[in-house]
């Protein structure tokens, strides 16, 4: 019973997040959506500002702090192990949606190309962006890191495997290809505003900051695979066509 419970609630968790990014790339291109980067009642500019930045720092908090291996462990005391993706996707989901509700738009202009080829062309990084974002994901492990992986596993009563260090495809040429994807998608456009401005200055800190986190983990986790990885695949931008492959076999 506990465990189709935990099926069903994983289940629904990964259908909230699902949404969540759907919404957040009509958010952040303007389209589609009822409420977007850009819409909506606006205020006064600092204190659209103020909120504005709270709004991000609530998402970079929740996604960093309940990341953490130490918080995973006082965690996994309240809630079953089977479920805690779940719940991270599903409060990082709510995080995201308050900040769809709660967003201040300040839609000032701050560049705006109109070339339609370059116009053209920041649209196609955009979306760029999202496909690599997504095919990141599966590269990785796509229904482990939203939980869903977990809750079916608790379900047959599997132990979930050790977490395996993975370096497929982009990987290999870049260490964080899900946030080089967020990075293009929030930057590329050819109507910045100062509201999305603020967004993608708050994004990229969250990023860079949410790297050093990960990438410490990951070296807690991984030692020296990870440390030797670092050495040869870039952060985020593959400025060489330096691969971790060609070190890869001999090494690991
Ligand atoms: C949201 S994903 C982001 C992954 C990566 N930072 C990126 O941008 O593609 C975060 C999870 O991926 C895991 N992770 C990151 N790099 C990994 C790798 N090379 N192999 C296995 N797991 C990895 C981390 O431990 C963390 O649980």
New binding site residues.
């Given amino acids: 019973m506990a465990g189709l419970v935990a099926v069903l609630y994983g289940t629904a968790a990964y259908g909230v997040t699902l949404v969540a990014l759907l919404y957040l790339i009509g958010f952040t291109g303007n389209l589609v959506v009822p409420k977007s980067i850009d819409s909506g009642a606006i205020g006064p500019v600092l204190a659209s500002i103020v909120i504005d930045v709270l709004l991000i720092g609530v998402f970079a908090i929740q996604h960093s702090v309940m990341?953490r291996q130490g918080f995973k462990r006082w965690w996994t005391r309240i809630v079953p192990a089977s479920v805690e993706r779940s719940t991270y996707v599903l409060f990082a989901s709510f995080a995201l949606l308050l900040l769809y509700w709660q967003w201040q738009p300040i839609p000032t202009p701050v560049w705006t190309v109109n070339h339609p080829v370059a116009a053209g062309a920041l649209d196609a990084v955009f979306w760029l962006g999202w496909v690599v974002l997504v095919v990141?994901?599966f590269?990785?492990?796509h229904f482990e890191?939203f939980g869903l992986s977990q809750v079916f596993m608790h379900l047959f009563g599997k132990q979930p495997p050790e977490?395996?260090?993975?370096?497929p495809l982009?990987?290999r040429y870049?260490?964080?290809?899900?946030?080089?994807?967020?990075l293009l998608a929030v930057w590329a456009t050819p109507a910045m505003t100062v509201g999305h401005l603020v967004y993608s200055l708050g994004i990229t800190a969250y990023?860079l900051i949410?790297?050093q986190l990960?990438e410490h983990?990951?070296i807690q986790?991984?030692g020296n695979r990870?440390r030797r990885?670092r050495r040869h695949a870039a952060m985020l931008v593959p400025l060489s066509c330096r691969s971790f492959a060609a070190s890869h076999d001999a090494d690991i």
Avoid: C, M, W
């Fill in positions: 990341a990141s994901t590269l990785l492990n890191l977490a395996k260090f993975r370096t982009l990987y870049v260490r964080h290809p899900i946030y080089l994807g967020i990023i949410g790297i990960e983990d990951l986790q991984f990870y990885y």
